[in-house]
Nanobody, 124 residues
């Protein structure tokens, strides 16, 4: 069973930065793209970034230019680099495998699985 564990959250000042980590228990990046999600209290979970098998990335409009998704194959880890943090960025951040033609066939346990998440609180 593959597991995903997020870390790196905490309390950050407005305008500050943080680096979140998503560590996978197996090397899955040849089969799966990866995404970062967040969920604020009372709101739906939303995808904010993903990295595809070919290395291309995408970002939700609210974080584009401020966040970056980075994949380190040697560490089985996907990072989310966060800069210029705003109050509205406060949320629980989670990672998840993205569907491909092979990912959920090889690792069916990853379908709909976000890991425990890590809390990021941005305050003035």
């Amino acid at each position: 069973q593959v597991t995903l564990v997020e870390s790196g959250g905490g309390t950050v000042q407005v305008g500050g930065c943080a680096r979140l980590s998503c560590e996978t228990s197996k090397y899955i990046f040849t089969k799966c793209g990866m995404g970062w999600y967040r969920q604020a209290p009372g709101k739906e979970r939303e995808k904010i970034s993903n990295i595809n098998l070919d290395g291309t990335t995408s970002y939700e409009d609210s974080v584009r230019g401020r966040f970056a998704i980075i994949q380190d194959n040697a560490k089985n880890t996907v990072y989310l680099l966060m800069t210029s943090l705003e109050i509205e960025d406060t949320a629980v951040y989670s990672c998840a495998a993205e569907w491909t033609s092979t990912c959920f066939v090889e690792y069916p346990e990853l379908r709909g699985y976000w890991g425990p998440g890590t809390q990021v609180t941005v305050e003035s």
